[in-house]
């Protein structure tokens, strides 16, 4: 009979929190909780999917329950691994630490059973523990059944909630909690990784392909780890190499030198020109949705570089324009019958938008405005008044005048002529 084959997630799944991968701050506060035997009656894990959170919760159980080989040891952040409590656990067959997965249970009734088997006392470990995973998923009325409980548990008794969506947790239920953020893993730290779980299954995971990989998970570990399994299993033996162009069609995606291709063509307003090569992409293997998140990456980092200084030809307020654009037709392009057709479009946007006229030229500064008109009505009201003065003084010497700049002596002569024994200063 053939030996029953393990996942690498579930393979290589951390069973102390040293292991955990970018959890720094997690880990440090576990300890210090754990080694102070400060512990409260209640913790809740959340982060994105992948990042650890059933896992922690799995760890620190395994972290109150472990008795020592000696049967005598206290609560840790070193559990032993070998003592019953831990045998058990690895096993899945400890008595006292129940696991519940709220997604499928998440009835009243299904917490009453929770409450009910509260009030007894452990069998193999010091303490009573309650793994709810997607807690989110539980009803109002499971909610509102585990206030009081969780509130005022018995002494024996340690809940461990996990959610992706904290947001749907009532504040009754979060305020009653000791919250951690799982962070999503950062890409250096995940690539690390990948390496070496390649490393330890016999295969070579290239630096490049690691990094795509570790990209496209977006911070998520079991993801990152079911990418590299599809590589593992494209490959033809052990000590072969997982390279950058396997991951990549496998993912549907295509090198970032092609990407920025394809974007400089758009900021430049190459319409046809970008519509052919996002074509010519496509025709290689390219996913649709796949090429619009790496086109959408390669506009932010564009876009990052641009707020910290670097100098290009494209200005901020367009790249953002462009960035709006992407976060409306994100929606359109994952809804799409035909995502190849709205990916095609939504590029004759982007381009044709890159080619309208740069919007700070279009912006004029509000004081060169402001003095332009009065500049404006200034010099009119200067004519008016000239106008209105050339008049009155044809009409004294009945002659028709232009005023000038210097005419004056000359109009005042005439005017003294006009009324003999007149002073200059009285006609002025």
């Known amino acids: 009979m053939s030996e029953h084959y393990i996942v690498l997630s579930r393979k290589y799944r951390p069973k102390t929190l040293d292991n955990i991968v970018g959890q720094d701050v997690l880990q440090k506060?576990?300890?210090?909780?754990?080694?102070?035997?400060?512990?409260?009656?209640?913790?809740?894990?959340?982060?994105?999917?992948?990042?650890?959170?059933?896992?922690?919760?799995?760890?620190?159980?395994?972290?109150?329950?472990?008795?020592?080989?000696?049967?005598?040891?206290?609560?840790?952040?070193?559990?032993?691994?070998?003592?019953?409590?831990?045998?058990?656990?690895?096993?899945?067959?400890?008595?006292?630490?129940?696991?519940?997965?709220?997604?499928?249970?998440?009835?009243?009734?299904?917490?009453?059973?929770?409450?009910?088997?509260?009030?007894?006392?452990?069998?193999?470990?010091?303490?009573?523990?309650?793994?709810?995973?997607?807690?989110?998923?539980l009803s109002k009325s499971?909610?509102?059944?585990?206030?009081?409980?969780?509130?005022?548990?018995?002494?024996?008794?340690?809940?461990?909630?996990?959610?992706?969506?904290?947001?749907?947790?009532?504040?009754?239920?979060?305020?009653?909690?000791?919250?951690?953020?799982?962070?999503?893993?950062?890409?250096?730290?995940?690539?690390?990784?990948?390496?070496?779980?390649?490393?330890?299954?016999?295969?070579?995971?290239?630096?490049?392909?690691?990094?795509?990989?570790s990209e496209e998970s977006e911070g998520s570990v079991r993801d990152a780890l079911s990418i590299l399994e599809q590589g593992i299993m494209m490959v033809q033996d052990t000590n072969s190499s997982i390279t950058a162009d396997l991951v990549l069609s496998m993912l549907g995606g295509v090198r970032i030198e092609e990407t920025e291709v394809l974007l400089n063509l758009i900021l430049n307003g190459n319409t046809k020109e970008a519509l052919s090569k996002c074509e010519e992409l496509q025709k290689s293997g390219a996913d649709p949705y796949v090429l619009f998140k790496n086109l959408q990456s390669a506009l932010y980092k564009m876009i990052t570089e641009k707020v910290s200084g670097k100098q290009m030809d494209y200005t901020?307020?367009?790249?953002?324009?462009?960035?709006?654009?992407?976060?409306?037709?994100?929606?359109?392009?994952?809804?799409?019958?035909?995502?190849?057709?709205?990916?095609?479009?939504?590029?004759?946007?982007?381009?044709?938008?890159?080619?309208?006229?740069?919007?700070?030229?279009?912006?004029?500064?509000?004081?060169?405005?402001?003095?332009?008109?009065?500049?404006?009505?200034?010099?009119?009201?200067?004519?008016?008044?000239k106008s209105d003065l050339a008049e009155k003084v044809g009409n004294i010497i009945n002659k028709e005048v232009t005023l000038e700049k210097d005419n004056s002596r000359e109009l005042v002569g005439n005017i003294l002529n006009k009324f003999p024994g007149s002073t200059v200063t009285e006609i002025e």
């Not at 894990?45 to 972290?63: D, M, N, Q």
């Not at 919007?359 to 009065?374: H, R």
């Open 29 to 137: 506060s576990l300890k210090n909780c754990l080694d102070s035997k400060k512990v409260p009656h209640a913790f809740l894990f959340h982060g994105i999917r992948g990042v650890g959170k059933t896992t922690s919760a799995r760890i620190l159980a395994r972290c109150l329950s472990c008795i020592g080989s000696d049967g005598k040891t206290d609560i840790t952040s070193n559990p032993c691994g070998i003592c019953r409590s831990c045998i058990a656990l690895d096993k899945d067959q400890h008595m006292d630490i129940m696991e519940l997965d709220a997604a499928s249970k998440t009835g009243i009734d299904d917490i009453r059973e929770v409450i009910d088997a509260a009030q007894y006392s452990p069998v193999l470990g010091r303490y009573k523990i309650f793994i709810i995973d997607e807690v989110h998923m």
């Open 142 to 213: 499971a909610f509102n059944a585990l206030l009081k409980t969780l509130e005022e548990p018995p002494a024996h008794v340690k809940f461990i909630f996990a959610t992706t969506e904290i947001n749907k947790i009532p504040e009754t239920i979060l305020s009653r909690c000791m919250t951690f953020h799982l962070n999503s893993v950062s890409k250096d730290a995940l690539s690390d990784y990948l390496i070496t779980i390649a490393e330890k299954e016999g295969y070579v995971l290239e630096q490049d392909a690691a990094k795509i990989t």
């Open 316 to 385: 901020l307020s367009n790249l953002l324009y462009l960035w709006q654009i992407f976060l409306k037709q994100s929606e359109n392009l994952r809804n799409a019958s035909y995502p190849e057709y709205i990916f095609n479009a939504i590029i004759v946007i982007l381009a044709h938008t890159a080619s309208f006229p740069c919007i700070e030229k279009l912006m004029i500064n509000e004081k060169e405005i402001t003095s332009d008109v009065s500049c404006a009505l200034e010099e009119r009201r200067n004519q008016s008044l």
